[in-house]
């Protein structure tokens, strides 16, 4: 073989190594471009655990009477154990409220849940109502039965915790023991857990009574919210997160 033929060959040999050594930078990535793919999986990874944070996260929605709305109160149980525990609440409870009560006034517990289910609640508190003290116990009953099965339509997901009337003063009439054991007793039979509040007296000391000798003060409050959360304890240890 000349001499002329191996030059060519090893020129041709050189040129096809360059070319190689080309292609092979031209495939890889500048550190603006490694560093821009690391930022882009940093984000995904950001918007994963926030998407996950948020659908974790506890949301609790309640249902009940002027205990729990508050009457000339700065505070209510409900903000006092989101602010305790950190979870989000929405809190659809009226004055004059009941299963049966509130009809002709501001509305009843069924007149809350659309408002209570809206924000897809995670937990989902019905507390009351001593306004039911003169309602027919077979009505409280029925009405019981109607509003946990609409609770389970509209938030089939949500946990539901029953917490019976709450009677403010010292001696609790026999209508509302009548009252207190109907919803016990929609509530068994819809399988929620049931907080009995009324053989406890949460509100039985006078002086946590506003002047009007039945809503509680700004004390009572924060003493409510205390009750209120060792029952859930005892129902559920992370129930509010």
Sequence with gaps: MTLRLLRRRARGASVAALASVAVLG?????????????????????????????????????????????????????????????FEVTNASLGGAGYEAGDDYLGTFADQVAYATEENPTVILVVGSENDVDADPADVLADATDLYASLRERSPEARIVVIGPIWSGEAVSEEMWDVDAAVSAAAVSAGLDYVDALPQEWLADPLIIQDDGDHPTDEGQYLLAGHIDDALIQVDPDLLG
């Design 26 to 86: 031209g495939c890889s990535l500048s550190p603006s471009a490694t560093a821009g793919t690391a930022s882009a999986r940093t984000a995904d990874a950001e918007r994963v655990v926030a998407a996950e944070s948020a659908s974790s996260a506890v949301r609790v929605s309640v249902i009940g009477d002027s205990f729990s709305a508050g009457s000339l109160n700065d505070v209510v149980w409900p903000d006092v154990l989101a602010e305790e525990h950190g």
